[in-house]
Structure formats: C-alpha cells, structure tokens
C-alpha cells in the first residue's frame, strides 16, 4: 500500500500520481489519505482514506503525525508521500520518528530502482541535484511541479476513525496572508519582482504587467519575507515555491541562489535589470539592461497595442 | 533560561564548482556555519541576554565542524559540543544523536534550530528532535515570546501566520526574517576560543535501535544550465521591442 497526503488542495493530484506511478511499479494499492473530510476539489483515480478524529487533525501537523502513523502502521504502508510544504515536512519528519523510518525530503521523479524508493533532489542552492534513495518502507516529501494532476474520479471512500493524543501546542490564532489567487507552481507565465522595486506601490506597475501577458505575480524572497509587500505563498525560490512556467520574467531580481533555486525549470528566462553584473543574467534567455521604471511600462504599453491591435484584425 | 542551538558546518554552496564530469569539487576547507543558523544562534543570544541563563551550541560532523561552533560562541554562545562523526548521517541518524546528545547535556528550555540547512536544506531536523525529545515543536518561527514556563510564537507557513504556543522545554526552528545575525568582533572571537568545546563520540552514545543512516546519496550531478543569455541593451523603447519580438520568435504568445 502506498499512501499519499497532502493539507494543500491543490497539490493533492500531484502527489496521488506520483504514488499511482509507484503503486503500478510495486504492483500494490495507492491511497490518497484525507485529514477530517474530503476537499471539494479533489479529484483522483483511486482509492480515498479519510482519517476523523474528535478533533481536526489539519489544524495540527502534530495530531496528522499521529493519524497517518496509526494508518500506515494497520495498513502496513510501504511509502508514505507528503507534499512539500512546511506542514508537509513536520509530518514526514515526525512521522519517520515514530516509525523509524528513512525519510527522502523534496524529491521529483520518484522511482522504484533496485528495490528501493529513489528520487532526485536539488542541493547546494539548485547548482546540483543528488539522486537519493531509501530501502522500503520509508517516506517522502515530493516536490511540486513534478507531476502531472491526477483527475479522475475515485473509485471508493473510506472514513477511518482515529484516536489522537492531546496535541502539545496550541494554536491560538491563524492570519491568512495569502494575496496569491491561484497556485504559482502551475502557472505558465509569472512576472516577478525583487528588491529592484523601491515601495510596495510600484508592484503595481508588475501587476499591470502580468495581468496583460495572463500571467501571475511572484517575488523573492525579501518581499515576502522581510517587507511583507506580498504573501509566503508567492515567494519563490530555495526555501519557498518551486516554478516551472514557459515564462519566467525577472523583475529587479539580482539572482542570488537563494532564488534561482526556485526557477530553474523555467522554459525561458527574462531578465530586467539596471545591474549588467547581476547574477541573474547569467540563467537567463533574454535580459534586457536597464531601469526597470522605464522598461516595464514600456512592454506594458507595447503589449497593450500589440493586443489591440490583433484584436482590431479579428 | 537553558538553551541549545544546533549549527551544521555546511558546505559554501557560493564557492561550490563541479569537475569535468559534472560531480562537484567538495573542499573540506570550503565549509562555513550554515546560513540560516546564524538567525538561530542570533535568537538564542537575544533571549538568553533578556532572560539569563546559558547557551550550549551544539553541532554534529568531522572536526572541522568546531570552526562553525567557535563562530556560534564568538556570537554570543557560552559553550561547544562535538559530536564527532566522520560518515554522512541521514537526517533520522543526525537528529537521533542530536537528541541524545542533548539529552545528555542536561535539561535545556529551549531547543533552537533554523529551518534547514543552506547546502542541502532537507529541513527535518528540527521536527525530528523534537520527536525524539517527546517535546513540543514549533516551526518557521519568525518571532518567539517566552514567560516563565511557556513560549509563544508566529509560525510562518506559506498562506498564512499561526500563533502556537507551548510549554516549555520546546524545540523551535527559526526563519531567517527573525532576525538580523550579528557580525563577530577580532575582540569577541579571540575571547571564544578561550570558551570550552566538549568532543563527544557517537559510541559514547546510545546506540540507535533501527538500522543506520538508511538514506543513499546515489550520485550528485551539476544542474546543467543551458540558457541563451542575449542581452539586450540601450532604450527601453528599443530593448522592449526587442524583447517581444524574441519571445514571439519562442512562441510564447501573451
């Protein structure tokens, strides 16, 4: 049995294709594993488990550990695949305590080899990627982008009671901070920006941007992090969301590793930025050299005619 | 207010160049204290200065690793441990030593790490301790309150701010937006090296009860990056013009 589970909605049947691949490779049964209900939008080919509690089981990556340990011990999981995000990462690893289990973390391309479960990763900033493996059973997290979306619908539901400790933290309060409409790791074309803006209201001139080219706004991590100008959840890079857009346009971004980690399986990169040494010339496609207070309103204005104008022949 | 910090001395991703074959070079001399424990060093010295107590900084590798812990002690940290290990350690064999260890230094408050390490950023370490302790954890904290016998923080996920807290002893990882590290002083770093570094060895520790370091590195190859690189220069009216012009070319159309 190989079970699947991720908190986010939209990573869902990303994870359950990758543990679908496995399944058909190990000749066994692959499950998506929900924590208290099934997510509106959920929409895989196979088997759902949902796991209740007397408590909500999302609302602590503690009380998820405890769950899915109970279910994977009974169902005698061999892998057990989480999502790559920061609740995803405290559950694979508490659970890989419990169950003294190896544990792969931010892995793509996951495959059976010789036995065991082996899946590339990125390593010293995104310059490298090892080839990892664990013996079964073990754990993974799976990096997003890697696999295409499950969607089907599924061929039964399970609703599994479990029993949980009292959790050891308590959450007080939750502030939502995401400003992000859709999900960054499937988009096609982002525009992001860095610390090349000078306020918070400059973005807007992005936003312009990517709203006429139908794309998506993401930033590094300073504006998300640091001054808050945009949400964690558009952060791209090392330590927050990996892309893989046809597009990727790098606004006043100089292109530390930090976050060139994040787009390196961009189809194309474009680089705007007054810097001719900025690192981030050096993975781009295209870079143009310049003010970006200049250059943006300036595509902003051509693609804006460009449009009409196809309009116009139509 | 008894804190432990665990620093990894990891390799410089920044001055990290592959061979002909794509491997990379690792030089051994090429390490520093990983990136994002500075900020768990930082929160540690600014808590202990406001509540007392003491810092033990910890750290897990080959010898070298005690140049990262005398730089954590430069920092502000009052004492070292070594645990001395010359093999590559999962993170469940990392994190089950590390527990141990601690354990053996007594009965911290506060256990504080960052939330990965800057070269291979597997980012299990902290929950893992805290599993292994049988201890609260919080994670991605990018601002930590203690009273007496409680610690209160911000968790930094990716949509949203939780406020968690815990009683204390905790284990906490850090963001590297909790803080701005400290740069170290000639003064403060010669005055390090007269603070005491215990070695320890894993044999000195209890041996695990589940099988060793059970995850491969199987190979390690350069990202290739194959890019174009045209650069565009002059008027923005010009550049931009330019620069559609070569995405149409791409058959990227907006």
């Known amino acids: ?314 | 207010m008894n804190i432990v910090v665990c620093v990894k001395h990891a390799t410089d991703e920044n001055e990290l160049q592959s061979d002909e074959s794509g491997k990379p070079r690792l030089n051994p001399d090429a390490r520093k204290m990983s990136t994002f424990d500075r900020n768990a060093v930082e929160a540690a010295v600014r808590i202990r200065d406001s509540k007392g107590g003491s810092i033990t900084v910890v750290s897990l590798g080959d010898v070298d690793c005690k140049k990262t812990v005398k730089e954590a002690l430069a920092m502000g940290g009052d004492r070292g441990v070594v645990i001395l290990s010359n093999s590559h350690l999962d993170a469940l064999m990392t994190s089950y030593y590390l527990a141990n260890a601690i354990q053996k230094i007594g009965n911290p408050d506060l256990i504080l790490c960052s939330e990965g390490a800057s070269d291979t950023y597997v980012g299990f370490l902290g929950p893992m301790l805290a599993e292994w302790l049988n201890l609260p954890f919080i994670g991605y904290a990018r601002d930590i309150e203690i009273t007496e016998h409680t610690v209160k923080c911000e968790e930094q996920l990716e949509d949203r701010i939780e406020t968690v807290t815990a009683n204390l002893p905790a284990v906490i990882s850090v963001v590297s937006e909790i803080n701005e590290p400290r740069y170290t002083t000639l003064l403060q770093i010669i005055q390090a090296s007269k603070k005491p570094i215990e070695e320890i060895t894993l044999e000195s520790l209890k041996a695990p009860d589940f099988p060793y370091s059970q995850v491969e590195v199987v190979d390690v190859r350069a990202e290739t990056v194959n890019r174009k690189r045209i650069i565009f220069e002059g008027s923005p009216e010009v550049t931009a013009k330019k620069l559609i012009a070569a995405l149409e070319n791409e058959g990227i159309t907006t």
């Open chain 1, 1 to 314: 049995m190989i079970l699947a589970c991720s908190e986010k909605e939209n990573l869902v049947g990303e994870i359950f294709s990758a543990a679908r691949d496995l399944a058909t490779q190990l000749g066994c049964e692959a499950a998506l594993v929900e924590l208290d209900d099934v997510k509106p939008s959920i929409k895989v080919n196979g088997k759902i488990i949902i796991l209740k509690a007397n408590t909500r089981l999302s609302s602590n990556p503690e009380l998820a550990t405890a769950a899915i340990t109970e279910l994977a011990k009974k169902s005698g999981a061999q892998i057990i695949l989480f999502g790559t995000t920061r609740f995803g990462r405290q559950v694979a690893a508490q659970t890989a305590v419990r169950m003294r289990l190896p544990a792969l973390s931010d892995t793509r391309d996951l495959k059976i080899e010789q036995g065991k479960l082996t899946g590339t990763r990125m390593v010293y900033g995104g310059k490298f990627a090892a080839r990892i493996s664990a013996p079964l059973p073990c754990i993974a997290t799976v990096q997003s982008g890697s696999y295409q979306n499950d969607t089907d619908t599924s061929s039964s539901v399970e609703t599994i009671a479990v029993n949980v400790p009292t959790a050891r933290t308590t959450h007080l309060e939750t502030e939502h901070t995401s400003k992000a409409s859709a999900n960054l790791s499937s988009a096609q074309i982002i525009v992001s920006v860095g610390r090349g803006f000078k306020t918070k209201e400059d973005l807007a001139m992005a936003e312009e941007l990517a709203k006429i080219m139908e794309g998506m706004v993401g930033c590094s991590r300073p504006l998300a992090s640091d001054l808050g100008w945009l949400s964690e959840d558009q952060h791209i890079g090392l330590t927050g969301i990996h892309v893989h857009p046809n597009l990727y346009v790098a606004v006043g971004i100089s292109g530390q590793l930090q976050h060139t980690a994040g787009i390196r399986n961009s189809k194309i990169i474009v680089a705007i930025n007054n810097d001719k040494q900025a690192p981030i010339f050096q993975i781009a496609d295209y870079g143009i050299i310049g003010d970006l207070y200049q250059v943006i309103p300036e595509l902003t204005k051509l693609l804006t005619s460009n449009n009409q104008s196809s309009a116009g022949k139509q």
